[in-house]
């Protein structure tokens, strides 16, 4: 599946796209930095022997499928006046990957990153300095929501896990849909409180502004704390252990948690609302 996405280097933007799991970044935006007419500035790179021997290097290293022999006819003929190259027919006659094309208003011709890194500096030094650092910065934030979004996941499993003893220990049969509903958020809040140090409703009328809830809200370091919580209070719920003593017990470990991950330098401070008063 390709996802459109887009960074702007020297007042450049440039598009860059996810294919078969790696990053392919728009020849033809890099080109415009230099020029608008971007197809001819592609084929004159592509015509310079080096670039020829760069992109057969690059396929012979990381294309099992692709043709060498036919380089060896392109590379005699590289920097002859008559030798014209282009991306579609590279990839034609060689069985190359490193490119793909792609049509939104007009054709762009979209480079594996290695490829796009190398055109970059032919484009221009100072223009390759800066878009490998706005790339680089672009990859460490992607990496960031990832690891967010996986222990995200992580609370959703352990919070099936909490729900389950809810309903197997808390819930009598003979309770309506809505009063099960009700002992589900009230436990919830409890988390929510032991770690927020607020319900889900009071974050609700603290922030009206808000479209989202006070999970969404947590950091990576919440996150954890969150779907240990969980597990620690469906034991404490298949125990019997009273509700008041569930939540004191669970803010403590909580502050624990917190203490712990901060030894290792993955927060700054501790939160607020996880300071003992």
């Known amino acids: 599946m390709l996802k459109n996405q887009k960074m702007e280097v020297l007042w450049t933007y440039i598009k860059f796209i996810k294919f078969k799991d790696d990053d392919f970044i728009s020849l033809t935006d890099i080109a415009k930095y230099k020029w608008d007419k971007s197809d001819v500035l592609i084929q004159s790179w592509m015509r310079n022997r080096n670039t020829i021997e760069f992109l057969w290097l690059w396929e012979t290293l990381n294309n099992q499928d692709f043709k060498p022999h036919e380089f060896e006819g392109f590379r005699k003929e590289a920097w002859l006046n008559s030798f014209l190259m282009s991306p579609k027919k590279w990839a034609e006659n060689t069985n190359a990957i490193w490119i793909i094309s792609k049509s939104w208003k007009y054709w762009w011709t979209f480079a594996h990153k290695d490829i796009a890194f190398e055109f970059a500096n032919w484009i221009s030094i100072e223009f390759r300095l800066y878009f490998i650092k706005e790339f680089q910065r672009l990859k460490q934030e992607e990496l960031k929501t990832l690891d967010w979004s996986a222990k995200r996941f992580l609370t959703k499993i352990n919070y099936k896990i909490h729900t389950d003893a809810i309903k197997e220990n808390l819930i009598p049969k003979e309770l309506s849909k809505n ?45 954890i704390i969150l779907a240990n919580m969980e597990s620690i209070n469906a034991e404490f719920i298949k125990m019997w252990v009273k509700q008041a003593e569930r939540l004191e017990t669970l803010n403590k470990a909580a502050i624990t948690q917190m203490k712990s991950l901060l030894s290792l330098n993955i927060v700054k401070k501790l939160p607020n609302n996880l300071k003992q008063s």
């Open 179 to 223: 009063d099960i509903n009700f002992v589900y958020a009230d436990e919830a809040d409890i988390l929510n409180k032991a770690l927020f140090w607020k319900t889900a409703k009071e974050f609700r009328e603290w922030n009206p502004w808000k479209k989202w809830n006070i999970r969404d809200e947590a950091t990576i370091e919440q996150l």
